[in-house]
T-cell receptor, first 115, second 111 residues
Framework: EAGVVQSPRYKIIEKKQPVAFWCNPISGHNTLYWYRQNLGQGPELLIRYENEEAVDDSQLPKDRFSAERLKGVDSTLKIQPAELGDSAVYLC?????????????FGEGSRLTVL | DAKTTQPTSMDCAEGRAANLPCNHSTISGNEYVYWYRQIHSQGPQYIIHGLKNNETNEMASLIITEDRKSSTLILPHATLRDTAVYYCIVRVHNQGGKLIFGQGTELSVKP
């Protein structure tokens, strides 16, 4: 069974440029998460989707970050324009039924460097 | 904010048991304790989780105290490949079950 797939694995851009990350969750997983992980820190939740609905986006910086999950399957996280402080690893995760004791499965992450 | 407290780092000799402690004194009755680990440059990997009872799987054992205010993850025979950051997480039930990560414990397994 394929795991959570993310692309690109690495991205280097100059500040003020846009960037997008793509995530394909495990088949059948209705919940999708985007986390951001700064160097030396634990992952921080940005947004959580239940199917195609964003049910928790309280930590998403909405002035420059946007996300979508059309058709409730794969998802895209966009930053426009990128700032130096956005350099981090962006992790996507999916789960089937976390509230009933399920687990989160993470992708390998997309490492963003903003110059 | 994370609801757990873990030591910043620990060392363990290869082949010995690694015991990683975690304090979660404000845990609620319906909140699970999850453990994940993250090897350098990889995404977090699920290890184990539990509610009240001790749990064991092929990777580790989870010991939860009777008052549920703390737990210990046990890797019975640590190998060099177990070197990673280990995160103890209390799943927040009233927020859709989301996992809030803390700083974790950096475990170094030494030969």
């Amino acid at each position: 069974e394929a795991g959570v797939v993310q692309s690109p694995r690495y991205k280097i851009i100059e500040k003020k440029q846009p960037v997008a990350f793509w995530c394909n969750p495990i088949s059948g997983h209705n919940t999708l998460y985007w986390y951001r992980q700064n160097l030396g820190q634990g992952p921080e939740l940005l947004i959580r989707y239940e199917n195609e609905e964003a049910v928790d986006d309280s930590q998403l910086p909405k002035d420059r970050f946007s996300a979508e999950r059309l058709k409730g399957v794969d998802s895209t996280l966009k930053i426009q324009p990128a700032e130096l402080g956005d350099s981090a690893v962006y992790l996507c995760a999916s789960s089937l039924d976390l509230l009933r004791g399920g687990e989160l499965f993470f992708g390998e992450g997309s490492r963003l460097t903003v110059l | 904010d994370a609801k757990t407290t873990q030591p910043t780092s620990m060392d363990c000799a290869e082949g010995r048991a690694a015991n990683l402690p975690c304090n979660h004194s404000t845990i609620s009755g319906n909140e699970y304790v999850y453990w994940y680990r993250q090897i350098h440059s990889q995404g977090p990997q699920y290890i184990i989780h539990g509610l009240k009872n001790n749990e064991t799987n092929e990777m580790a054992s989870l010991i939860i105290t009777e008052d549920r205010k703390s737990s210990t993850l046990i890797l019975p025979h640590a190998t060099l490949r177990d070197t990673a950051v280990y995160y103890c997480i209390v799943r927040v039930h009233n927020q859709g079950g989301k996992l809030i990560f803390g700083q974790g414990t950096e475990l170094s397994v030494k030969p």
